[in-house]
């Protein structure tokens, strides 16, 4: 199972360029059943929070629409155990506190991030 962060779902909506491509492709691939995938439930904040940055009203709710009618994806919620588990790799590793697709978690041996 692959797990999504929002940055797969921004550029989705925003790029007009390969990683925007990348990105549709990969949300398609998912949609198809070629993959099964989870996100989280905080994606859907951070997508409408930074769509509704750059684009008009409608396009966050549209985002948001679609991220929640995403076949083949699990809506993960999160607890206070992962939140932990999150601070203590933060400080271990001196990441900044969000969960990314950034190539800075590549030293993170707990991670192993696939680029859109």
Known sequence: ???LD?????FAALSREAVGSR???LLKTV?????????CA??????VWVVQKHRPREDPIAAS?????LLNLTVLSVGQDPLFAALSMMRRYALHPRWSAD???DRVKEIRRNPI
């Not at 929002?6 to 921004?10: D, P």
């Not at 949609?31 to 996100?39: N, Q």
């Open 23 to 25: 990105a549709r492709q």
């Open 1 to 3: 199972m692959l797990y």
């Open 42 to 47: 905080l994606t859907f904040d951070e997508v």
């Open 103 to 105: 190539a800075h978690f």
């Open 31 to 39: 949609s198809e059943g070629k993959e099964e995938a989870s996100s």
């Open 6 to 10: 929002s940055g797969v779902f921004i």
């Open 65 to 69: 629409q679609s991220f929640l009618a």
